[in-house]
């Protein structure tokens, strides 16, 4: 009789190049470990891709295939591995991603030892802090002891950076089935959010794993969305997100302070990106989400405490035109000064309604500043990605004639940046910081996160 596989390890492909997807199947199939399933959910890939899967399948008897023939999207595959899973452990790599050799042994050693939690959680390392010429990436981002459910909701764990990221946890596969947990299928990015916290509100036992398991790969192919799904499909999945979120803690009773401190770290960054993406929208879509947000108010309104829901407050036209206005009021000198060279530092869809504003001013942009360097002299938006040290080198005699705006939705990444230009010599009065606070979408959340320690 075939043993019951303990881990099921559901990897979504959508045309993953074929050396990376190669690193990724091999690094959990050279463990040699007979308790792991592998369940590789083909999201419509190129027939190649199809193809180099099933050969793969015909090597490896732990291998499941689920081939779809359209993309449907990351949050519809991995809810098809799922449903297809086995273990009584689910956890989740990205094709373009690996794990650590011999880990998976000592992972199956603590869930034994440890009597089955509901969630294992182990460390990462990524090639992030190599990409910005950074220090060595180090995950400290908890103690390793057993926590229980109310040491988690005290504030007893500092969870530094990627908590909503799916690879890092092994998730008893009745917990979810039991409390009806699956992606929303309408969720293009961010769809972990309401996952991890449904997952982590219905979870009775935890257990740190003091071991880096997951190797978590940046490079030029998962960098930008925004060629394959449009601002409208984004805001959608993620109004859905912050909806099942809402509705989830209403229906399950969940009144304690600390849960729903705890749930809010997440609604308000999915609330966030909303609106900055919201802001990308052309008057019709704007109309529509108004329609939707109006249908809920009441229910929203009822968790204001934790909630900075502003544009529940006013219309999101409204809201535009603030966040607009608050533009404009930030950039004004820049018209007595149009002679200076303006570089945006941040190549992302953060951005966007900045540059709107920027080139509906016919303000000179030259360009991004990035430190990522798979994005150097590539082109977003139409304008071509620098990079900041070749930049500042090159154009050392005109520091004092630059301006570069900050953009990025986290006050913290914000200060970062500022902090390493600073190290390459720009000059503070140089800068403008766009961040959440200067978009004023914030009320609350500087007071919640920092109870958290969330550092983003």
């Known amino acids: 009789m075939k043993e019951k596989p303990l881990i099921s390890i559901i990897i979504p492909v959508y045309n993953t190049e074929f050396k990376l997807l190669k690193r990724c199947l091999n690094s959990i199939i050279n463990q040699k470990v007979s308790f792991v399933e592998i369940i590789i959910v083909n999201d419509g890939s190129t027939t190649k891709v199809k193809k180099f899967l099933f050969n793969y399948k015909r090597k490896c008897k732990f291998i499941r295939i689920v081939d779809s023939k359209k993309n449907c999207g ?3 595959s ?6 297809k899973a086995k273990g009584d452990y689910i956890n989740f790599v990205d094709s373009d991603d690996c794990i650590y050799k011999n880990t998976l042994k000592k992972i199956k050693h603590n869930i034994i030892k440890e ?3 509901d969630m294992i959680i182990a460390k990462y390392n990524t090639n992030l802090s190599e990409m910005r010429g950074e220090k060595k990436f180090k995950d400290g981002s908890f103690t390793y002891k057993n926590y229980d459910k109310k040491y988690i909701f005290n504030n007893k ?3 530094t950076y990627k908590i909503d990221c799916l690879w890092r946890y092994f998730i008893r596969r009745k917990l979810v089935i039991k409390n009806n947990i699956s992606f929303e299928p309408t969720a293009y990015k961010n769809e972990d959010k309401e996952f991890m916290v449904k997952t982590f509100l219905s979870a009775k036992s935890f257990f740190f794993v003091n071991l880096i398991y997951y190797y978590y790969f940046l490079h030029n192919k998962n960098l930008s969305w925004t060629d394959r799904y449009s601002f409208y499909k984004v805001c959608l999945g993620n109004y859905n997100c912050i909806k099942n979120i809402i509705f989830f803690l209403k229906e399950n009773k969940i009144n304690d302070e600390k849960k729903l401190e705890f749930a809010f770290i997440f609604l308000n960054d999915l609330v966030l990106m909303l609106n900055l993406n919201i802001l990308n929208l052309d008057f019709n879509q704007v109309k529509i989400f108004q329609n939707k947000i109006n249908k809920q108010r009441k229910i929203f309104n009822f968790y204001h405490k934790y909630f900075f829901f502003e544009f529940l ?3 999101l036209k409204e809201n535009i035109d603030r ?4 533009f404009l009021s ?3 000198f820049l018209d007595q000064e149009r002679k200076r060279k303006i570089y945006v530092y941040g190549a992302s869809e953060y951005a966007l309604p900045l540059l709107k504003v920027l080139r509906k001013k016919h303000y000179p942009i030259l360009g991004f500043l990035d430190s990522n360097f798979y994005r150097f002299d590539k082109k977003t938006y139409k304008l071509k990605i620098f ?4 930049m500042l080198i090159k154009l050392k005699k005109y520091k004092n004639d630059m301006i570069i705006i900050v953009c990025h939705p986290h006050i913290q990444t914000c200060k970062r940046i500022e902090r390493r230009l600073i190290r390459l010599g720009v000059n503070k009065k140089n800068m403008i910081r766009l961040d959440e606070n200067i978009l004023g979408l914030f009320s609350s959340f500087t007071k919640i996160s920092s109870n958290y320690k969330f550092l983003r």
């Open 74 to 76: 990351t949050s519809i």
């Open 78 to 83: 991995k809810n098809k591995g799922l449903k």
């Open 115 to 117: 009597n089955f939690p």
């Open 157 to 159: 764990i500092n969870f």
């Open 313 to 315: 407050k006013a219309s």
């Open 323 to 326: 966040i607009n206005n608050i």
């Open 330 to 332: 930030k950039l004004y």
């Open 387 to 390: 990079s900041t040290k070749d």
